[in-house]
């Protein structure tokens, strides 16, 4: 029996070998999960806003976050599966993210509908840096299907930031 089908037989996965070395996948995956703990953290205070802002901008805030969480969440599952790709668990705990996390948990207490804004744009922002860290890593790598999802992801989160920057905008 050859050694891919014992191991598969075993319970084990044969091993990856897609070019990219193992050391490289390792780091790779390393900094996904944190890009992935990121994306979840930003996209449970997300959500929270959306159910909990009030006040003179309700109706635009509350559609802007559900548009937000909800890309968020479709975007989880990609990060996730790549790290699987690579060969590596992908974290899927409370726990987990929160050792992962660059991002604060969402305040307790909802705040003002404007503070919402601050807290999100600062969020937007902490994760495009997580993902711009992981750029070079990946291209080092010749890893261009990862690199292709972080420079989507920048794109997404910069221009986020920007529209939230202009709604604190005086």
Known sequence: MSTAKHSAKAGNMPKV?????????ARISEGLSRLLADSYTLYLTTHNFHWNVTGPMFNTLHEMFMDQYTELWNAIDPIAERIRALGHQAPGSYKAF??????????????????????????HEAVAST???????TSEASDEPTTDMLIERLTVHEETAWMLRSLLAE
């Open 17 to 25: 070998n897609i070019g990219i070395s193992a050391e490289d996948r």
């Open 131 to 137: 993902a711009r860290q992981l750029v070079s890593v």
């Open 98 to 123: 929160g050792e992962l996390t660059t991002l604060p948990d969402a305040p307790a207490s909802p705040p003002k509908a404007l503070d919402m804004v601050r807290v999100l744009l600062e969020g």
